[in-house]
């Protein structure tokens, strides 16, 4: 299916919230559906999800991608719930990369699907991927995921490669007690497998609501651990709106290590994101207790203008901070497969 593509119109010279972060970057979830049941996200089973009439159609993602990238945003990941789920996620990538002013198009998935969409996704522009890992061993693999699926992630691994998806992306959630055995084995997988092994500390978004502080494996002690078996250096020019803290490997060899670190090394400060949800919520951050809806004043006939005006209104209201580690915060009502990674 061809979608049309109105030009895209720049309503406004700066996207800037009050506190003076320019913000840029956008992650478009496009189904709360998945086929993995990771227990860091959601839960075993009692999972309702949205009816199809809810979801933004590709039209409608479309329609409001136009409006973010005339208030100036760059950069647009696509994510779940599992991205690859969707038919259509194909003739989605195709529309958005042929977006003016769109310089970074990238998608996240548990990799389960990807073969069946590599070729095509590279073919309509996808220039980035990220694929979530989080145990090199079969049982703990199963643990987390409750899914035995590990050889399916790796061959994605394999052929976001082939398709030069690249830098390929690997994310790892750790877990105290869980997958924390593992950092120095996915120090060597980096390095074999030529990937950026981003770990992602355990955040307040899971399913069963179980999280503690006690399960979060902090940056400081990932990069203590890998810095014993492999010296790292860390990359230059990073920007401050990223989310990991990236390092190469001192002795030269392929890969990288990026260390994602919300709960003990909060970054919001440079925070640079918006969310839009599946069904058209958007969302200033990952742990916002407010959203704004977007998908009914679409649907009620909203123009660009009037559209801009609500996410502009939004942008004011981001937050300062998740406040993970205050005494008075509140997670979010909605699980990590809802919100979108």
């Not at 990369?97 to 769109?102: A, E, F, N, S």
């Not at 877990?175 to 997988?189: H, K, L, T, Y």
């Not at 203590?224 to 401050?240: D, E, F, K, T, V």
């Not at 009502?333 to 979108?340: K, N, Y």
């Amino acid at each position: 299916m061809t979608y049309a593509h109105p030009r895209t119109v720049h309503l406004h010279p700066l996207l800037r919230d009050a506190h003076g972060r320019v913000i840029r970057d956008l992650r478009i979830s496009i189904t709360d559906r998945c086929n993995f049941r990771c227990t860091y996200c959601m839960p075993d089973e009692g999972v309702t999800w949205k009816a199809a009439e809810e979801l933004l159609t590709v039209d409608e993602i479309l329609a409001l991608a136009r409006v973010f990238v005339g208030l100036g945003i760059e950069k647009i990941r696509l994510t779940g719930g599992e991205v690859l789920l969707r038919d259509d996620v194909v003739a989605l990538t195709r529309a958005l990369r042929q977006l003016p002013g769109v310089k970074d198009l990238a998608l996240t998935t548990n990799g389960y699907r990807f073969e069946q969409y590599a070729a095509a996704l590279a073919e309509a522009g996808l220039q980035r991927i990220t694929i979530s890992l989080d145990s090199l061993r079969e049982e703990t693999f199963h643990r987390l995921t409750r899914v035995r699926a590990l050889d399916r992630v790796l061959r994605a691994i394999e052929l976001a490669h082939r398709y030069r998806l690249t830098p390929v992306r690997v994310n790892c959630v750790l877990m105290r007690g869980v997958n924390d055995g593992e950092i120095e084995d996915f120090a060597d997988f980096a390095r074999a497998w030529d990937v950026s092994l981003r770990f992602i500390e355990y955040m307040p978004l899971d399913g069963p609501g179980e999280w503690q502080p006690t399960l979060v494996v902090p940056g400081r002690e990932v990069r203590a651990r890998i810095q014993a078996r492999y010296p790292l250096i860390p990359i230059a020019g990073q920007s401050p709106s990223e989310t990991a803290r990236r390092y190469r490997f001192a002795d030269g060899a392929p890969g990288e290590i990026g260390i994602i670190a919300p709960v003990t090394e909060p970054f919001c400060g440079a925070c640079s994101r918006l969310r839009l949800t599946a069904d058209g919520k958007l969302r200033t951050c990952l742990f916002s207790v407010v959203e704004y809806d977007l998908r009914d004043a679409l649907r009620a006939g909203a123009g660009q203008q009037e559209l801009a005006a609500r996410i502009l209104t939004a942008v004011a209201q981001k937050e300062a901070g998740h406040r993970i580690n205050e005494p008075d915060f509140i997670p979010p009502s909605r699980t990590m497969s809802c919100i979108g990674g």
